[in-house]
């Protein structure tokens, strides 16, 4: 049965309120799927570098542990590439059939178009 978990840091520095919308997120989003690895998109922002932030809950379905290390991962927004980077530095480990909330920081030179902060997703290339 999937479970949801919090990186050590988040799980202490988290607000109530974020953790609660986390929570039903996962609650509606956490069942077994098709793919192994699974992104559903939390929240997007800029921060005071311009650097694209997008917080996703990351869904590992599969029997074995998960982490992204050395990988490339899109943003896009109705289809269409905003953002590009590959993320060298390792996420935390993931859990077999665990689902852990986490930010991916994509640096302003690395989007493609202006990012309209809405109709977003997230995925492996």
Request: hydrophobic letters at 40%; glycine letters at 2%; proline letters at 5%.
């Amino acid at each position: 049965m999937q479970r949801l978990e919090f990186e050590k840091a988040w799980d202490r520095t988290i607000a109530q309120e974020d953790r609660k919308r986390i929570e039903k997120i996962f609650s509606e989003t956490g069942h077994k799927n098709e793919q192994n690895i699974v992104f559903t998109l939390l929240n997007v922002a800029r921060n005071h570098k311009k650097d694209l932030l997008v917080m996703v809950l990351i869904h590992n379905f599969s029997l074995e542990p998960y982490q992204i290390k050395d990988e490339t991962l899109e943003y896009k927004e109705n289809n269409q590439l905003v953002a590009r980077h590959r993320f060298a530095l390792p996420t935390p480990m993931i859990p077999a059939q665990t689902s852990m909330p986490w930010t991916f920081i994509f640096p302003e030179n690395s989007l493609a178009s202006d990012a309209n902060l809405v109709n977003g997703s997230i995925e492996k290339i």
